[in-house]
Each structure stands twice: as C-alpha cells, then as structure tokens.
C-alpha cells in the first residue's frame, strides 16, 4: 500500500521534505469548498435551539477513512463528523504510524492525518458535508494542527492540561502548555485572515468520577490561554455524571464561567460528553441512557453533543451502530419534547455552587502575574489536581464519590483551596465524611460502584459494596 507523506513547514522533527501551503492559503481553500466551518454550525445550532449531533470515529485507512465518514453521513446526516488521530501520531511517533500505515493500517487505532499529509486531508474534507473535527489525545499538538489546517479542518480539540494530565506520564506541564500556546497563536493568525476555529477544550479529563468544578475549572484555565492567544471560539466540553441536575446546571455554568473570565467578543458553546464510564450491556438500557444524554444536553442548553452507541460495552462501534446512535440522540431536538423540563429551583442551587468552587479554584491562579506558571506551581502543591490522573505532574489527591442521589461529589478535597464552606457542603452531601482528611473504609468497593453506576442501576450487575 502507498500512503501520503508528510507535508510540514517550519517543524523540524516532522519527516517529510515538501512544505505545507502558507496559512492564507489555506484560508481560501476552506472558503473554496463552500461547506459551513464548525462556528458557523455551532453558532447556527444554538440560535436554533437544537443540539448538534457528532460521533466519534476514526479508522488507520485513507479509503477505510473516507468510506466511514461517507456511511455516516448518508445514514444519519451528523452535523459534525471526527477523525480520531492514532496512538503514534498523537505522541509524534510519526516514522512509526507512516511503517504500521505501510504495514497494516488496520492496527491502528486512529488515522495517521499527519502520515497522510494534508492533500488526503483535503480528499476526505470534500467527500462530506459536515465539517471535520480533529479529536485526539496530544500533549503537543503543533504539527498536527498544522497539517489540520491545511486540510480545511475547523475544528481542534485539546489543551495543555487536558490532553496532558489524563493521558501522559512523564511530561511537563509548561511542555504541553507552551505548545498548546503555539496552536492558540495560529488560531488567532487565522482568525485575522477571517476564518475562526472552534477550539474545544477537553474538560472530560479522566472520563470517569470527574467533579464538575474541576472539569470547568480546567476548562477556564485553559480558554483564559486560548483567548489571550487569539482563539474567538471556544467550545467547553463536561462529561456527562449521571446526574440531571448536576449535569444540567453544569452545561448551564459554562456560558456564565465565559462572561466572567473570558473577553468579550468571544464565542462560547456548551458541549455535553454522553456518559463516558462503563455502559450497559443490554441493548435496550444502552439506547435508554443514549437518549437520557441527549435529552440532559437539551435542558442543558449545550450546542453540541459526542454521542455513544449501544455497542459501547463491548468495544470499537461498527458503522451501523454509530448511525443509530447518532439518529437516537438527534430525536432529543424533537419539538414533540418542548414539554420536558427540569426542578430550576435544584438547578439554580447546583449552579450556585459550581461557580462558587470554580471561583475558590482558579481565581487564585488567575491573580499570579503569569498564568502558564501559576498553573504549573498549582498543579505541583495540589491546589490544582484531577482524579485518576496518569501524569506525575498531577498529585491524584482528591477523591470523588457520588452522593445518594448520585452526584459526584469529593470524599476528598486534597489540598484544593476550597473555603470551609464548600467543604462542609461536600461532607453534609457524602453524610459527614471528613473531606479534609485521609479517607478509610471499604472505599474501592464504593469506587465500583459508582464506576459502575449504570449496569448496577439497570440491574446487570451486582454492588460490590453490597455483597
């Protein structure tokens, strides 16, 4: 097989002898294509009222690539399509994703865009509608955006913090931040040259038990960079809790953490991550809590949402199961369900406290005259953290558990600089556990559990805690 190589400017540990066109180029090849960017369409979904939909997907193949995203399309007309990147090109191993490529594609787990090269980029753009989005995994994401956007990408997620932390082990913050800051500039040449891309953060971190004040408060911490560097649309995307009120309120603070911390003039959007712990066997409760999320991203006011399959406990969707997730969870924006609300007064009240603990956690980082090095320094004594984190630039001290009614809430608060009000809050929530101290008890056991918090409430699986 006979794949593309890799065409990069600038980028001195990028293989490839041939040069990306200049960004003012690009610019007019994404205007040339008369499709929509992903602000128009995520700007157009809000003023709409409507949820846009967006799987994931992402094969080794260029023609196993195109034919996937063509079958998408004309089975559930998504309004946002994704080429998930490969392993190996998110860590730079490009050499290696080009022999595996060469080799046998079908080992990787993602398409290799930069082994590619952009002008297949472009083949798979104009084979489609939706615009793309480029979802991934990257501490340093330069050359890969650079090759994005020469394929008319609009659409790049990630962050310093967040495509670090939850993934890598062994690299700096001020690494990943740095390069992350190197994207963001591009963003803002390109936005001078009138295209704007819709950078959206990856506030899903660890996927699971994630509590919805670190999620955003990462999330700000990184758009605060973004728009500082040029970005002018900024998508947040939260991991879906369980929890209705909890997620609604959360999806409903993101608009409101924008007006206070990022500039005017920047567009904001809500992104909901249907639930992303461990799914439902059963085909029936699977599709029940696929529609569950889209209906939690409507209340929520979100403008886009990554939509699962009922094939998710078993693996690697196939087509056919991705296009039936992606019409189940579009018939959330019927109108037939304008009837559905949620208790806005419980609403209001989670709100309240989300801010309030997203304030406790980034404004003291935000108050430092340097914020890459805040972040680092915070991160380093544990007043920044996140659960579960691969990195040992992250310490992993808190710990989230769900209250009664399934709320994620911290067991413990590490040494977030959280008032003594808020903790309390936490412990009345968890019947007075001692948030500030070490935490002891059968607490693997009621990790599970809350892990597994859809099998045990559908009844396919037993509680550990229980037994």
């Not at 195109?66 to 004309?74: H, M």
């Not at 891309?197 to 973004?226: C, H, K, W, Y």
């Not at 805040?374 to 992993?396: H, N, Q, T, V, W």
């Not at 101290?437 to 918090?453: H, K, Q, W």
Request: negative net charge.
């Amino acid at each position: 097989m006979t794949t593309g190589v890799t065409y990069l400017a600038g980028r001195g540990d990028a293989p490839g002898p041939r040069a990306l066109p200049p960004l003012a180029e690009s610019v007019d090849y994404i205007a040339s294509l008369g499709k929509p960017t992903a602000a128009s369409v995520l700007k157009a979904a809000r003023d709409a009222g409507r949820v846009a939909i967006q799987p994931r997907c992402g094969v080794g193949g260029h023609q196993e690539m195109k034919a996937l995203l063509r079958d998408l399309e004309e089975r559930a007309a998504p309004d946002f399509l994704t080429l998930t990147i490969d392993s190996h090109t998110r860590l730079k191993r490009f050499e290696q994703a080009l022999r595996t490529l060469n080799l046998s594609p079908g080992d990787l787990n993602g398409y290799p865009l930069v082994s590619h090269g952009y002008q297949r980029g472009r083949d798979l753009n104009e084979s489609v509608a939706a615009p793309l989005e480029i979802r991934h995994g990257s501490p340093d994401a330069r050359i890969l955006f650079d090759v994005a956007v020469a394929s008319g990408i609009t659409s790049f997620e990630g962050g310093g913090i967040s495509y670090n932390l939850p993934y890598s082990k062994a690299v700096p913050l001020e690494e990943s931040l740095t390069a992350w800051q190197d994207v963001d500039r591009v963003c803002g040449e390109l936005a001078g040259l009138g295209l704007v891309v819709d950078r959206e953060l990856f506030g899903t971190l660890t996927a699971v038990l994630v509590p919805p004040s670190i999620s955003l408060a990462v999330s700000v911490l990184e758009a605060v960079l973004a728009t500082r560097a040029g970005v002018r649309c900024v998508s947040v995307s939260y991991p879906q809790s369980g929890h209705l009120v909890q997620d609604v309120a959360a999806l409903r603070a993101i608009p409101a953490l924008a007006r206070t911390y990022l500039p005017s003039g920047v567009d904001v959007h809500a992104v909901l991550h249907e639930f992303m712990g461990v799914f439902p066997k059963d085909r029936g409760h699977a599709e029940d809590l696929i529609l569950y999320g889209a209906l939690v991203a409507r209340l929520g006011g979100a403008s886009k949402l990554i939509t699962k399959t009922y094939q998710e406990a078993f693996g690697i969707p196939d087509t056919q199961a991705n296009a039936e997730g992606l019409r189940l969870a579009d018939r959330a924006n019927s109108r037939l369900l304008g009837f559905m609300t949620v208790d806005e007064q419980r609403v209001g009240e989670e709100l309240d406290w989300i801010l309030a603990e997203v304030a406790e956690i980034v404004e003291p980082v935000l108050a430092a005259p340097d914020t890459i090095p805040a972040i680092c320094a915070a991160f380093a004594e544990g007043r920044l953290d996140i659960p579960f984190s691969a990195s040992r630039y992250a310490k992993s001290e808190i710990i989230p558990k769900r209250d009664d009614e399934g709320a994620i809430r911290y067991l413990s608060t590490g040494s977030l600089p959280f008032s003594a009000r808020t903790r309390r809050r936490n412990s009345e929530l968890l019947k007075g556990a001692d948030t500030t101290g070490p935490v002891i008890g059968s607490l693997l056991a009621e990790l599970t559990d809350d892990i597994n918090y859809f099998p045990i409430l559908f009844q396919e699986m037993d509680s550990e805690v229980s037994k």
